[in-house]
């Protein structure tokens, strides 16, 4: 099982980023998909899932902001982030699991740097 995530960077305040995420094909189409970060010095935060069937849903935090979405011809989820803000500053880790959220599989991570 493998989930590789791709998009990160460095952006100013108001920028944008895509997060991807490729998983292997023998998880993908039965699995759940979600993005989780976490800051320095903080838990691990869910910020948004996609079940098989596409129903989502985000945190508070980047409700209305970041959209999430799953191409499963490519074995991929997208976190598409717009808006952003400092705040959002972290390491961004892609999931995948049966149940929602998910959490059974996980990514390496991604670092998320947003400057003001």
């Known amino acids: 099982v493998q989930l590789v995530e791709s998009g990160g960077g460095l952006v100013q305040t108001g920028g944008s980023l895509r997060l991807s995420c490729a998983a292997s094909?023998?998880?993908?189409?039965?699995?759940?998909m979600g993005w989780y970060r976490q800051a320095p010095g903080k838990m691990r935060e869910l910020v948004a899932y996609i079940a098989v069937a596409g129903r989502t849903n985000y945190a508070d935090s980047v409700k209305g902001r970041s959209t999430i979405s799953r191409d499963n011809a490519k074995n991929t989820v997208y976190l598409q982030m717009n808006s952003l803000i400092p705040e959002d500053t972290a390491v961004y880790y892609c999931?995948?699991?049966?149940?929602?959220?998910?959490?059974?599989?996980w990514g390496q991570g991604t670092q998320v740097t947003v400057s003001s």
């Open positions: 999931a995948a699991g049966v149940a929602t959220p998910p959490r059974s599989y």
């Open positions: 094909g023998s998880i993908f189409s039965r699995n759940a």
